[in-house]
């Protein structure tokens, strides 16, 4: 964890910039939402070729029965995804960092490539819960390689759905892959080994500004939001490029689009 990475300024320019794509998103008659713990949802057409876009994805409570808005459209977007640090000036602007660069490699990856943004809400009472998995699942590659950088734009506590991690959880092996293949996607159990027991949950409550680093073996889950304060923040994901990337992960780049690092390499 590291408090402080991100000034007072970059973190209001991405909240005021998120605000402004979520103004201009149009609501689709079928909206998208987003769920982990329905893959069927979580394999719509609009998620998996989000990899190379801008989109907006809804909270799954977000509805009315009827199908219409629960609240403003500001308050029922759960993320923005995946394409936002490379078609986005501002998060290109935040996302391209030297201290990035620094980190990756302090961590032992040479050639940093990253594959994926989001910007998270959890919005106030209706922010969805994420269950316990490991970012490998999403990202695999040989040997496993990818980190998740986590950038809090909001204090992030017990309260309004904090991230929670078990500590040495790293060690563990990868539990399950998400496949997309000729026959569709659908998460595949590669280890028997458990999640992790509640009690072995901790916290990680940090003010707005702090960036946490998560290795992609390291079991985190979010509880639902259920207090009227939001918990927005915005994530990069980065793989060595060194690493084999595996076909059937979701998200591909192509030669034309590729995934890039944190520093323009001449
Ligand atoms: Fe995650």
Redesign the pocket.
């Known amino acids: 964890m590291l408090p402080d990475f991100s000034s007072p300024q970059d973190v209001a320019a991405l909240r005021r910039r998120a605000a402004e794509i979520v103004a201009d998103f149009e609501v689709r008659e079928r909206a998208p939402v987003f769920s982990t713990s329905d893959p069927a949802v979580k394999s719509d057409e609009y998620f998996l070729t989000s990899g190379d876009k801008v989109r907006c994805f809804f909270e799954e409570e977000a509805f009315d029965a009827s199908g219409r808005l629960r609240a403003s459209k500001d308050l029922s977007v759960n993320k923005i995804g995946h394409a936002l640090h490379d078609l986005d000036p501002v998060f290109a602007r935040f996302s391209h960092d030297p201290r990035l660069q620094a980190i990756a490699l302090e961590l032992g990856v040479s050639d940093p490539r990253v594959y994926q943004s989001m910007y998270i809400f959890k919005q106030p009472h209706i922010g969805g819960e ?1 269950g316990w ?1 490991q ?1 490998a699942t999403y990202f695999f590659t040989e040997p496993h390689s990818v980190t ?1 950088l986590w950038f809090a734009l909001e204090a992030a506590n017990r309260s309004n759905g904090c991230l929670w991690v078990q500590r040495g959880g790293h060690r563990t092996p990868l539990r399950e892959r998400f496949v997309v293949d000729g026959a569709g996607s659908r998460l595949e159990r590669i280890d028997a080994m458990p999640w992790p027991e509640q009690g072995e949950a901790e916290p990680l409550e940090v003010e707005a500004g702090t960036l946490v680093v998560l290795h992609g073996l390291l079991p ?1 889950y979010s509880a639902p939001n259920r207090s009227p304060v939001s918990r927005h923040a915005y994530t990069l994901h980065f793989v060595d490029g060194g690493a084999g990337y595996a076909k059937t992960n979701w998200l591909q780049r192509t030669a034309e689009f590729p995934a890039r690092g944190f520093v323009e390499v001449p």
């Open positions: 994420v998995h970012d998740t985190h």
